[in-house]
C-alpha cells in the first residue's frame, strides 16, 4: 500500500469520478484507474461502484476512506511540523462564511499576503454545516464560523462577537408594521446549514410569525439586491447592512438579545498541527477585528 494510491483513492472518493480525480491529482486517468485496482486487489474487496456517471463508495470504500483520510492526515502533518518555522510558509486552506469573507476578511487576507508572501493561500466560503464537515474530513486547515458548537473534534475560538439584525425594504420603518405583514414576506435565505438562517428560523418560531415562503439564493449580493427591492427580509450582521441603510435602501429592525448576539469562531481540528502559517493568520484576524470593532457597529 503506496500513499500516492491513497491519494488516488481519496480523490476518486471526493471528486465522484476517475476523471475529475485525475484532474485534481494531475495524472492521467488510467494511472488513478490502474492505482485504485492495485488497492482493491491488495484489500481483497472493491472499494467503488461504477457507473455512467461516475463512482460510488462501497461499504468497504466508506469504511476505509477514514483510515486512508487519516493516514495521509498524519503524513502532510508530519512534514509541515518538520518543515515549520517561525516564519510562515506552505499551504494555508481556510472556509469563511460568505457575510465574514465579504466584509471582515479583505482586510485580514490583503495585509497576510503582504507580510508572508510565501504562503500559498486559498479561501473557500460555505455554510457553518459545510466549513465544519470541511475542517473535519481535513479539506481545510480551518474556518470562520457563527457560533459556537458541541464538537469534541473542535478547537473553538472567539475571533469577535457580532449583532443580527432583521433586514426589509425601506418600505417598513418599524417593526410592528412589518410584522403586520410578514405573511406576506419571502424570507430570502442562504441554503439549509447557514447559522443566521437557522438563527432566524428560530426566532420566527420563538415570535409566533408565519412568512409567506422560503426563498433560498446563492450570495449575500443576491439577497441583500432582492431585499432591498422589497421582494422579502433576511437576517444578517449589521456590519454587512449598514452602508445600504445609511443610504436609506433598507430598513434595519432590532431583535431580541438572545438572538441578535451571536460570535464568529474560528474553528480547526484539535488533533491537526498547527503551524506557524495558520497561528499567523488567526492573531492577525484577531487584531484586525477587535480594531474595526468599534467603528463597524
Not at 486552506?93 to 493561500?121: D, H, I, N, W
Not at 454545516?129 to 470541511?134: F, H, N, R
Not at 473553538?156 to 418599524?174: G, H, M, P, R
Not at 410584522?179 to 424570507?187: E, G, L, N
Amino acid at each position: 500500500m503506496e500513499l500516492r494510491q491513497l491519494r488516488m483513492f481519496c480523490a476518486v472518493a471526493e471528486q465522484g469520478s476517475f476523471t475529475a480525480a485525475a484532474e485534481k491529482v494531475h495524472c492521467v486517468q488510467s494511472n488513478v484507474t490502474m492505482r485504485v485496482k492495485e488497492l482493491e486487489s491488495e484489500l481483497k474487496q472493491p472499494l467503488f461502484i461504477r457507473h455512467k456517471s461516475g463512482t460510488t463508495l462501497t461499504s468497504a470504500g466508506k469504511t476505509f476512506l477514514g483510515y486512508a483520510q487519516k493516514i495521509l492526515q498524519l503524513t502532510d502533518e508530519s512534514r509541515s511540523a518538520l518543515l515549520d518555522t517561525e516564519t510562515p510558509t506552505g499551504t494555508l486552506q481556510l472556509g469563511s462564511m460568505e457575510t465574514t469573507a465579504a466584509v471582515r476578511l479583505p482586510k485580514v487576507l490583503t495585509r497576510y499576503r503582504e507580510e508572508f508572501p510565501q504562503v500559498q493561500l486559498s479561501l473557500t466560503t460555505g455554510t457553518t454545516v459545510e466549513l465544519i464537515k470541511a475542517v473535519e474530513s481535513h479539506r481545510i486547515d480551518g474556518a470562520f464560523v457563527g457560533g459556537f458548537h458541541q464538537n469534541p473534534l473542535l478547537h473553538q475560538e472567539k475571533i469577535i462577537d457580532e449583532e443580527l439584525v432583521l433586514v426589509s425594504s425601506n418600505k417598513y420603518q418599524t417593526f410592528d408594521r412589518l410584522a403586520d405583514d410578514m405573511a406576506q414576506q419571502t424570507i430570502l435565505v442562504f441554503r439549509t446549514g447557514c447559522f443566521y438562517r437557522s438563527t432566524l428560523e428560530q426566532w420566527l418560531y420563538h415570535a409566533g410569525l408565519i412568512p409567506g415562503q422560503i426563498l433560498e439564493l446563492g450570495t449575500l449580493d443576491g439577497i441583500l439586491s432582492c431585499v432591498a427591492a422589497g421582494m422579502g427580509v433576511t437576517i444578517l450582521p449589521k456590519t454587512v447592512v449598514e452602508n445600504l441603510s445609511a443610504q436609506a435602501l433598507i430598513s434595519c429592525h432590532k431583535l431580541p438579545p438572545e438572538f441578535a448576539n451571536v460570535a464568529t469562531v474560528f474553528v480547526r481540528r484539535k488533533d491537526a498541527f498547527e503551524t506557524s502559517a495558520l497561528r499567523a493568520l488567526v492573531g492577525m484576524a484577531h487584531a484586525q477585528f477587535m480594531t474595526g470593532a468599534g467603528t463597524a457597529g
